[in-house]
C-alpha cells in the first residue's frame, strides 16, 4: 500500500511539473530527489544501459565531484539509461530537430556495470526545461545532479553542463544520438 502511495504521489509529482504555468516552473530538491528515486513512473529512451565514452563521462559528473585523475576517477567507464517525463516523450523521439516544452524533464541514471542487477546508480543529472528568459544561453535548461551516496542536490546553470550542451543547438540543447532506442530514431522526421 505504501508503494502504491508513493508511486502515486511522484506520478502527481512528474505530472504537476510537465502542465505548471509556463510563467514558472517550481520542483523543490526534496520532489527532485523523489523523482529519480522512482524512475519507473518515467519513459525509459534507450532499451539498455549503454556505455557513456570516458572523455564525456569525466565531464559530467556533479560539480561537487573531485577529480585526483583520470586513472582512479569514479566516472570512468559508466553507463546511462535515459528517462523522460510525458512533456518530454514526443520531442524527444519523433523529431529530428526536437523543440522542448516548459515542463520537460530529462533524466540520465549512470551506473557503473552494465548489468543493472549489480549496479546500483551513482548519479543523476536532470535537465528541466524552464520558463523563457530562465537560461536565455542554453535554451532556457534549468541543470542538475543529484549524488546517490549523499542525495546531495546541486542545480541551476551549471557552467560544466552547459558548456557541453551548448553545442547543440540546432537540436534544443540536448544530445541522444548514442542512446535512443533504434526504434524511436528510425521513426524521426
Not at 66 to 71: E, G, I, L, M, Y
Not at 119 to 140: H, Q, V, W
Request: charge should be positive.
Amino acid at each position: 500500500m505504501r508503494k502504491y502511495i508513493f508511486i502515486l504521489f511522484v506520478s502527481v509529482l512528474i505530472v504537476t511539473v510537465a502542465f505548471t504555468s509556463a510563467d514558472k516552473i517550481t520542483i523543490t530538491d526534496a520532489e527532485l530527489i523523489e523523482v529519480v528515486k522512482n524512475t519507473s513512473a518515467l519513459k525509459k529512451v534507450n532499451d539498455k544501459p549503454v556505455f557513456m565514452m570516458p572523455q564525456v563521462s569525466m565531464l559530467c559528473v556533479s560539480p561537487t565531484a573531485v577529480q585526483d585523475s583520470a586513472a582512479n576517477f569514479p566516472h570512468n567507464n559508466n553507463y546511462i539509461n535515459v528517462y523522460v517525463n510525458d512533456t518530454a516523450f514526443i520531442p524527444m523521439t519523433s523529431s529530428k530537430k526536437p523543440k522542448f516544452k516548459t515542463g520537460s524533464v530529462l533524466i540520465k541514471e549512470k551506473l557503473t556495470a552494465l548489468d543493472t542487477s549489480f549496479s546500483a546508480p551513482t548519479l543523476f543529472t536532470i535537465m528541466i526545461k524552464r520558463e523563457k528568459g530562465y537560461n536565455p544561453a542554453c535554451g532556457d535548461w534549468e541543470f542538475a545532479t543529484v549524488e546517490t551516496k549523499s542525495w546531495h542536490v546541486n542545480r541551476g546553470k551549471i557552467e560544466k553542463c552547459m558548456s557541453c550542451h551548448k553545442n547543440y543547438t540546432q537540436k534544443d540543447f540536448i544530445y541522444r544520438e548514442n542512446y535512443l532506442s533504434d526504434k524511436y530514431k528510425m521513426g524521426m522526421r
